[in-house]
């Protein structure tokens, strides 16, 4: 039986990088006693995999992780025992339930969703950051960055791969909303789309006087974007 696992990732586990939270969820699943299947061969280890490995320092609503189980309790009696056995700043919020000819989820990412905002006084004003979004996203036809990749670098254009911009305030803090794509073919990371922006309006993006909060993670379902979150269903 196929489970998918949506979690929370705040507080300090945010410096927890992902192997580490690998080694944490596989001893998490034997403390909360959940019957999770074991592979064959001579080294067994559970069946787990993670949709979208999260960055170090990045905070998350949505992360997933599916696991195969030989029986399982109902969702929320499950959600239950393992958030029992989760420290400060992980959080189990969703345990549902996959078809058998699901895919992982791993293969699905389509793409992801985040918030940025400073984690110091805001220097920048909302007019300006909005003029500047009308000629670096609205009005172009193409966004092209050089991407270093870990034997050179390319141009690539984010234009199409860029599926929702947007800038707003709230309680006297400016967010950047970014909704990008994500996956094994085209992964775009926000870091490197706001480089891009800060760079049209002459400013140096600093990621370390930012946080990186991840909303929520995305399969693509006849043409639209379908949370994971969405897929499965309860158990009773």
Known sequence: ??????????????????????????????????????????????????????????????????????????????IKKLNDVMVEGMEITSYRKLSDNEKNAMSVVACADYHVFTKSEEKLKLADLLEAKKSYYDESDEILVTKQTKKSEKVMDLKSLVYGFDIFESEGKIYYYVKLSTGSTDNVKPELFLTAFFKHMGLEFDETD???????????????????????????
Do not use: N, W
């Not at 993670?50 to 170090?56: M, S, Y």
């Not at 929520?216 to 009773?236: A, M, P, Q």
């Open 1 to 78: 039986m196929k489970i998918r696992i949506r979690f929370r990732k705040y507080s300090l586990m945010k410096y927890i990088g992902h192997l580490d939270i690998l080694r944490y969820f596989q001893k998490s699943m034997r403390r909360a006693g959940i019957d999770i299947s074991y592979s064959g061969g001579f080294s067994p280890h559970q069946i787990m995999s993670f949709a979208a490995p999260l960055g170090v320092g990045l905070t998350s609503d949505g992360e997933y992780l599916d696991i195969q189980v030989e029986s399982t309790d109902s969702s929320k009696e499950s």
């Open 210 to 236: 930012y946080q990186i909060h991840r909303l929520d993670v995305y399969c693509r379902i006849e043409d639209k974007f379908v949370s994971l979150s969405e897929t499965g269903e309860e158990i009773e």
